[in-house]
Structure formats: structure tokens, C-alpha cells
């Protein structure tokens, strides 16, 4: 079957008519503009493409998410937790958060994190829809997580790890400030073995924008980053 293509102000096909296979490959083309992302995220629609492809749209179904309050912490994440081994900073270094979100990992060959993407992501950091928590070790970046919070929904890119658990201890960091906001679900796109291992779990397609449409003209109850002291 064929994709529509997006020109210069095309509007997204409704979501409905994602292929099956690949599992909810919507549209192609378009641009990168804090509109057009805008416009997807409230529409249940994210970028995803490698270098050298076209953008491509994307709308799978069923959809991975993490409900805040079924956020699950093994025993040895509580027992890192409790260790407080990592400083946890909130929005200092978000494009350092996604180069190291964009790094070779292993067994992965390239990246859909392109710098067209990076500089997209931190033009949305700019106007207050794009944020990070990060895990600091001796001054050193370890570790964070980053994604774009519309209203009170949030909406999960991705995260990486330079030491053990840094990744997921930011995680739960972000988890417990979108509950101070009033966010009672993050995006995860795709079911992995990772997020299923932290609570997330797969819902209808039909069920996520439901949640999208109610979450995203609601004010947040507080600022993404907690007020220092």
C-alpha cells in the first residue's frame, strides 16, 4: 500500500489509515518545524527515520505507555535509588541528553536520531515543550532521558545510560515530577523488553489518542523543573 506524501502545509492523514505493517507507518515527508511536531504529538503521530530516509510518520497500534502510578522499581533500581549515587538535574544539558541518546550502541547499527532531528528536539527545548532529566556522576553526564510534554501529557523520545541504571534512576526522577504535574501517562511509541520491565504496557491506538485529546489543553500543576532549595 501507498503512504501519502506531506508538502509544505499538508495536513496528517487521520491515523486511522497507518499500515498494519510496518505497524503504524502513517505518512512521509513534510518537515521538522516546531509546528508541524506540535501538530503530530497532539494528534498521536511521532517522527521516526534514519539518515537518509525521508521523515516518516508514525502512529503504531497497539501503543506502548507508562501509567505513572503503575511505575515498577525492582529491587536492585530501589536499592541504586537509595544509594543516591547520581546528582539529578533537570533541563541543564538537554542537547548533551540527545547526543548521547544518538550514540552507537551495541549491536545497533546508525542512529534515527539525526542532527536534523537534534536540532528540531532543541528548538522545541527552547519554547518549553522539550525536556530532560539527567543522572550526573562526578560532574559527568551518565545518564538521562528526554521527551516533549504537551499540557499534561508527555510524550517519551528516548534515553541512554553511560553506567549502570543512570537511565532508569532518571526515569523514575521524571516519572515522580510528571505525578507533581498532573501527567498520569507517558508515551513509550513501541513495546520493548525495557519499558515492559519498568510497568509500561500496550493499549489500543483508539485508547491513546482518547487520552491524548483529553491531556493536551490541560494545564500542567506545576513546571517541569522542581523549584531549587
Known amino acids: 500500500m501507498m503512504i501519502p506524501w506531506l508538502r509544505t502545509g499538508s495536513p496528517f492523514p487521520p491515523v486511522e489509515r497507518a499500515l498494519r505493517y510496518p505497524n503504524g507507518l502513517l505518512c512521509a515527508g513534510g518537515d521538522l518545524s516546531p ?10 503521530i511521532f517522527p521516526w527515520y534514519s539518515e537518509g530516509e525521508p521523515i516518516l510518520w508514525w502512529s503504531p497500534d497497539p501503543r506502548q505507555v ?5 511505575l515498577h522499581i525492582s529491587r536492585s533500581l530501589r536499592r541504586r535509588l537509595n544509594s543516591r549515587k547520581f546528582t539529578i538535574r533537570y ?3 538537554f542537547r548533551q541528553v540527545m547526543l548521547g541518546c544518538a550514540a552507537p550502541r551495541p549491536g545497533q547499527q546508525g542512529t534515527w536520531i ?17 525536556h530532560c532529566v539527567e543522572a550526573w556522576l562526578d560532574d559527568e553526564l551518565a545518564g538521562g532521558i528526554y521527551g516533549v510534554q504537551i499540557g ?7 534515553m541512554f545510560s553511560r553506567a549502570t541504571d543512570a537511565s532508569k534512576v532518571a526515569l523514575v526522577y521524571l516519572i515522580a515530577r510528571l ?10 511509541q513501541q513495546e520493548t523488553p525495557h519499558t515492559t520491565s519498568l510497568g509500561a504496557r500496550p493499549i489500543a491506538r483508539s485508547e491513546f489518542i482518547g487520552w ?12 517541569f523543573a522542581p523549584e531549587s532549595g
Open 66 to 70: 507508562l501509567f505513572t502510578d503503575e
Open 212 to 223: 491524548v485529546q483529553r491531556l493536551v489543553d490541560l494545564p500542567p500543576l506545576a513546571s
Open 114 to 130: 539525526t542532527p536534523e532531528m537534534i536540532e528540531a528536539y532543541c528548538a522545541l527545548h527552547a519554547m518549553g515543550y522539550a
Open 152 to 158: 499534561r501529557m508527555f510524550f517519551g523520545e528516548s
Open 35 to 44: 509546528q508541524r511536531l506540535l501538530d503530530a504529538y497532539r494528534r498521536g
Open 91 to 93: 533541563d541543564t544539558a
Open 179 to 188: 505525578r507533581c504535574m498532573g501527567v498520569p501517562l507517558m508515551d513509550c
